[in-house]
């Protein structure tokens, strides 16, 4: 149904032909995009899905960032605030460009869901239970790597723009309503993050949306929780009281 190699090499030539190779931050969504591929390939082997679904998963996460590129030719800068990157991606490949990369047209509103919901806060309701399905798997595999991200690339590669940087990390504060959000065991909203580690605090709080068992045995086995906090080297006794609270609040949710 999907061949892999030609929808990579697609994917390749449009961002090519957009010229978006030359945006800062090109190269981390681009190597995250395929590491993406793998995690859903993962899930998906862990949940015996058969070879429909898993072709569908792989090609939702091939896409699902292609809305990244966009606005990283816009604001130069990844800013969920300020552009919906999962819509517009969504709306993109709705007005055509999906062709590009699958010729079966009958998974077209499945795909463009997953895409679409894949960074909301919460899924939308009136999904069909195929559609939920693979809007889970997307989400989780997204995730998934967005952890790997965060403690292999600097605070520059990874937040272009912001100037942040690990010496403002390891001062950093962390707001109220960001600490509110992990004792509540939820998400954090994006617009309540205010200080530099509120950003990496609403990674780490991805944990409370995992879908699949395969998921959260992924953040145990890799100790993600620990060497994240570990990563951010903090000096500031306050909030060092706050990680060791986050640590607890999450290794204890994941245990459950």
Wanted: proline share 2%.
């Amino acid at each position: 149904m999907i061949n892999r190699e030609q929808a990579a090499e697609a994917f390749k030539a449009y961002l090519q032909e957009n010229g978006y190779e030359k945006e800062d931050g090109y190269e981390l969504k681009y190597v995250h995009t395929f590491h993406v591929c793998q995690r859903a390939l993962e899930i998906a082997a862990s949940l015996n899905c058969d070879e429909s679904d898993t072709g569908l998963a792989w090609l939702i996460a091939l896409l699902h960032d292609i809305g990244r590129f966009a606005e990283l030719s816009v604001f130069h800068t990844f800013d969920g605030t300020r552009f919906d990157h999962a819509k517009y991606g969504a709306d993109l490949l709705g007005r055509g460009l999906l062709r590009r990369f699958i010729v079966d047209d009958s998974y077209d509103r499945l795909i463009l869901k997953a895409i679409s919901n894949h960074s909301k806060l919460v899924i939308e309701d009136g999904l069909t239970p195929h559609e939920l399905f693979h809007a889970r798997l997307i989400r989780d595999a997204d995730k998934l790597d967005n952890f790997r991200v965060k403690l292999e690339t600097t605070p520059e590669e990874t937040f272009p723009g912001y100037g942040f940087t690990n010496e403002i990390l390891s001062t950093s504060g962390i707001s109220d309503a960001v600490m509110e959000s992990v004792r509540q065991r939820q998400c954090v909203k994006l617009e309540d993050r205010k200080e530099p580690l509120d950003y990496y605090v609403c990674i780490m709080a991805f944990i409370f949306d995992l879908n699949y068992p395969y998921s959260r045995s992924y953040v145990q086995m890799n100790d993600i929780i620990r060497r994240m906090i570990q990563s951010m080297n903090c000096k500031d006794e306050v909030t060092c009281g706050k990680l060791d609270e986050i640590r607890a609040i999450m290794e204890a949710y994941l245990q459950e």
